[in-house]
């Protein structure tokens, strides 16, 4: 049984930062990509970003790029999310999710495996 649970999220300014976590268990990890989802309220859940956990591949989404990044711990079977340079729009409910395969079918197909979420928000 695959186990995600997010930690790092909170209130922070614009402009500051915030770096959430993933910890995974359940089983080895070597074939799957990780990654981010998020959704505010009122919208569809958004990709963020993923990584793939064996050749460390990434990719972000739009809204992301340039200002978020994504890495793993392998050792401690952890993905980080780096979110830099925050926003009032990036205020929402952040999800770790999990599938197996390539970071493409990350993106395309809707990952299997969630966690509850971390609810970030952003001040102006």
């Known amino acids: 049984q695959v186990q995600l649970v997010e930690s790092g999220g909170g209130l922070v300014q614009a402009g500051g930062s915030l770096r959430l976590s993933c910890a995974a268990s359940g089983r080895t990890f070597s074939s799957y990509a990780m990654g981010w989802f998020r959704q505010a309220p009122g919208k569809e859940r958004e990709f963020v970003a993923v990584?793939?956990?064996?050749?460390?591949?990434?990719s972000y989404g739009d809204s992301a790029k340039g200002r978020f990044t994504i890495s793993r711990d392998n050792a401690k079977n952890t993905v980080y999310l780096q979110m830099n340079s925050l926003k009032p729009e990036d205020t929402a409910v952040y999800y770790c999710?999990?599938?197996?395969?390539?970071?493409?079918?990350?993106?395309?197909?809707?990952?299997?495996?969630w966690g509850p979420g971390t609810q970030v928000t952003v001040s102006s």
């Open positions: 999710a999990a599938r197996e395969g390539l970071v493409y079918y990350f993106v395309r197909d809707r990952p299997r495996y």
């Open positions: 990584i793939s956990w064996s050749s460390g591949t990434t």
